[in-house]
Structures are given as C-alpha cells and as structure tokens.
C-alpha cells in the first residue's frame, strides 16, 4: 500500500516561512495529480496547492504569491514553500496524490503560525 508522509511543519511567527514535504513510499508523483489540503479546526477540509498530471500548477486565491508547490518525481516527493505566513494560514496540511483513479492521502502535519 502507498505512504504518503507529510514532514516540515511547526510553530512560526507571522511573516515567517516553513517549507512542507511529502514522501512517497512509491513512483508515485511521476505524472499524477498532486495537491496539498488544509483544514482549520472546525472547518472544512480545503485545497491549498496542486500540481496537474503534465506540471500545470493551481492555487487557492488566499494563498496566491506567497506558496509555492513543486515535485521531484525522481525523488519521489511534493513541497510547499510557504512564505508570508498568516495566522488564517494555521491548519494541519494533507498530502494528496491521484493515480489509476485511487487516491492516497498523508496523515497530515500542523502548522501553527502564531506570535
């Protein structure tokens, strides 16, 4: 079975930066849909970033100019640079991917931006 690992999360102040990855225990980010979620407690769970099959990349409005998502398909992991932070940015972040019409998930990590 697929493991997708989130790493990279923590507490940071406003205007600081933290850098997400996801691991895949397989060639699993080679031409797939990949995409990082969040969810705010008490709210629900909702798309950050993602990365289409050929590389087009899509962001959520609130997000725009300050995340950055990316792959290394050869070494079998997704990033989210995430810059700028704001405390509406505090949430615990997902891992997703897509592939042969299955979908895997990881079992998220927190990312507290707070002073």
């Known amino acids: 079975q697929v493991q997708l690992v989130e790493s990279g999360g923590g507490l940071v102040q406003p205007g600081g930066s933290l850098r997400l990855s996801c691991s895949a225990s397989?060639?699993?980010?080679?031409?797939?849909?990949t995409a990082w979620y969040r969810q705010a407690q008490g709210k629900q769970r909702e798309l950050v970033a993602d990365?289409?099959?050929?590389?087009?990349?899509t962001y959520a409005e609130s997000v725009k100019g300050r995340f950055t998502i990316s792959r290394d398909s050869a070494k079998n992991t997704l990033h989210l640079q995430m810059n700028n932070l704001k405390p509406e940015d505090t949430a615990v972040y997902f891992c997703?991917?897509?592939?042969?019409?299955?979908?895997?998930w990881g079992q998220g990590t927190q990312v507290t931006v707070s002073s």
């Open positions: 990365i289409h099959t050929y590389g087009h990349t």
């Open positions: 997703f991917a897509r592939s042969s019409g299955t979908e895997h």
């Open positions: 397989e060639h699993l980010f080679t031409r797939t849909y």
